[in-house]
């Protein structure tokens, strides 16, 4: 095990340490982290669709729009979780469609935790029509492109611990995509997160989150924290009533959360985003975000006192 944890560490800092085009980004990433780390994929040891739809900016015309909509399963049998997502990011004249599948492998620790190894494929789709633009400057070079679509390959890795503590490291873009002449291209970033599931009172519990991204040389940080009401069960979050959270990204944006069961297998959150600095003047009604979750079998979670990888393990 210490081989493995060695030779994870030596992959990650080598692919890192490089320039970055930022991702979309989505607020509620916390309850479906395998979007960006395919490790996470199958991490809530059941089977699961997840949703995602965010509006940045509202008021401004062709701001950033992002629609997400993923599954994924846990296979007891096979110790692995196989999951696809699919994905529209829009801003100006510029549309980024993604389809993606991923595998992750849960290798188990101890009975109360595994470690996950997850990669993923993607097809990229850009595609950019300015042909329907007002024109305001005829000297534009990008009117000479018109209406354009490429498409390209991609490849994510991914690590997550999960146990007491959830702590994933994910890598994307691990080839550069090139870019083109409406848009700068992908090169590899990096993400990695911890989190923790503390009990307050009876029915109150609170999550603590860190979070750090690495892109175009610049690094970022997001702190927060989600407190979960209600609960029916100490073990695991999908009993909650509904939670509340913020998230501080540093100089950069202050995210309010909310969100409840509407029945015991169907969540749905909110979020709103205000931008900080010099962004904060760009939109007065910020960026609204919704999510919506269904967990189709509850199975697994009947008795969690064993990590569900671990229960499967041929010892």
Not at 160 to 178: A, D, I, N, Q, T
Not at 180 to 204: C, E, Q, V
Not at 256 to 284: E, Q
Request: with cysteine; glycine share 6%; aromatic share 14%.
């Amino acid at each position: 095990m210490r081989q493995l944890f060695l030779t994870i560490a030596i992959l990650i800092s080598g692919i890192s340490a490089v320039n970055a085009q930022s991702d979309f980004e989505l607020s509620q990433r916390w309850f479906n982290e395998a979007i960006y780390n395919p490790a996470a994929t199958g991490n809530s040891y059941s089977m699961g669709v997840f949703m995602h739809a965010r509006r940045q900016w509202f008021g401004i015309d062709r701001a950033p729009k992002t629609g997400v909509i993923s599954a994924d399963m846990f296979i007891p049998a096979i110790r692995s979780a196989v999951g696809f997502n699919v994905s529209a990011d829009k801003i100006g004249f510029t549309s980024a469609y993604s389809a993606r599948l991923a595998y992750a492998h849960y290798i188990p620790i101890n009975s109360k935790s595994s470690l996950s190894l997850g990669f993923s494929a993607t097809l990229l789709c850009w595609d950019f029509n300015i042909t329907d633009a007002s024109i305001v400057d005829p000297s534009d070079p990008l009117l000479t492109i018109g209406k354009r679509t490429d498409y390209n390959p991609d490849f994510d890795f991914g690590v997550e611990y999960l146990g007491p503590v959830k702590v994933g490291v994910s890598v994307r873009h691990l080839f550069k995509v090139s870019s083109t002449d409406y848009h700068p291209g992908y090169s590899r970033n990096l993400w990695a997160y911890a989190s923790t599931r503390l009990n307050a009172l009876s029915k109150i519990s609170v999550e603590p989150t860190l979070s750090y991204t690495f892109h175009d040389r610049v690094s970022r940080y997001e702190a927060g924290a989600i407190f979960y009401f209600g609960k029916t069960d100490p073990k695991h979050k999908l009993n909650d009533r509904f939670w509340l959270g913020g998230m501080y990204r540093f100089n950069s944006q202050l995210a309010v959360l909310a969100g409840m069961h509407v029945t015991p297998r169907i969540r749905l959150g909110y979020s709103f985003d205000y931008s900080l600095g010099d962004a904060r003047h760009l939109s007065k009604v910020g960026t609204h975000e919704i999510f919506v979750s269904w967990h189709l079998n509850r199975a697994f979670y009947k008795n969690f006192e064993l990590c569900p990888a671990y229960k499967s393990y041929k010892r």
